[in-house]
């Protein structure tokens, strides 16, 4: 299985600090992508990387791959409440059109 | 459509009644997806629909679980026979066909199936 495993589990911050969420997986993959979900309803797509890519921004969002450890971080920046969410990471295999999400950090940004 | 629409929002049901649920991709989107989400949970994959290849079933959990898709529109989830731990929210996505260049998944905001 090529299921992405996130940690921590969950995250409680201060509004202002720094978030920093891992995800790990177990087999080669084409891309690996972050999503948001509020409320636990539909996912939102946030940010997608490259096996041949090692780092990613967008806006607040950075993205880092390792391939060699299997392992992706993002970090939210200068966080707000609004950023109150659980985060996925999904993997996507060359070849394969299904995409694997681990379970998730539930992110809670304190006022 | 502008997103993907699933109905109905909220389902309760008996245990033991049937419920189907659907899914109404973008247009265009040749790709779709199912995922369960029980309470506090990831996604689970169900199953996935490419244009008209054969369908990839190997996450539904029982003969129970079915699902249909015709060509490049509407899919229909059923659950025959529900139970319990069918109780979660389930989502549909789609993307655009495996020959494009984004494999970015959008989601529809889920059908919530509570089985007293």
């Known amino acids: 299985s090529q299921q992405g495993e996130e940690d921590p589990q969950a995250l409680s911050i201060q509004e202002g600090e720094n978030a920093t969420m891992n995800c790990s997986y177990k087999?080669?993959?084409?891309?690996l992508q972050w999503y948001r979900q509020n409320s636990g309803r539909g996912l939102v797509h946030l940010i997608l990387i490259r096996s041949n890519e090692r780092e990613k921004h967008s806006g607040r969002l950075r993205v880092t791959l390792d391939t060699s450890k299997k392992s992706s971080s993002l970090l939210i920046t200068a966080s707000r409440a609004a950023d109150t969410a659980s985060y996925f990471c999904a993997t996507g295999a060359f070849g394969g059109q299904n995409f694997v999400f681990g379970p998730g950090t539930r992110l809670s940004v304190l006022p | 459509g502008a997103g993907v629409s699933q109905s109905p929002s909220n389902k309760v049901t008996e245990k033991g009644k049937d419920v189907e649920l659907r899914c109404d991709p973008i247009?265009?989107?040749?790709?779709l997806y199912w995922y369960r989400q029980r309470l506090g949970q990831g996604l689970e994959f169900l199953i996935y629909f490419q244009g008209n290849s054969a369908p990839d079933k190997s996450g539904l959990p029982s003969d129970r679980f079915s699902a249909e898709r015709t060509g490049e529109s509407v899919s229909t989830l059923t659950i025959q026979r529900t139970q319990q731990e069918d109780s979660a929210v389930y989502l549909c996505?789609?993307?655009?066909?495996?020959?494009?260049?984004?494999?970015?998944?959008?989601f529809g905001a889920g059908s919530r199936l509570t089985v007293l």
């Open positions: 087999t080669s993959i084409n891309n």
């Open positions: 996505a789609s993307r655009p066909g495996s020959n494009s260049g984004a494999n970015v998944l959008t």
């Open positions: 247009s265009g989107h040749t790709a």
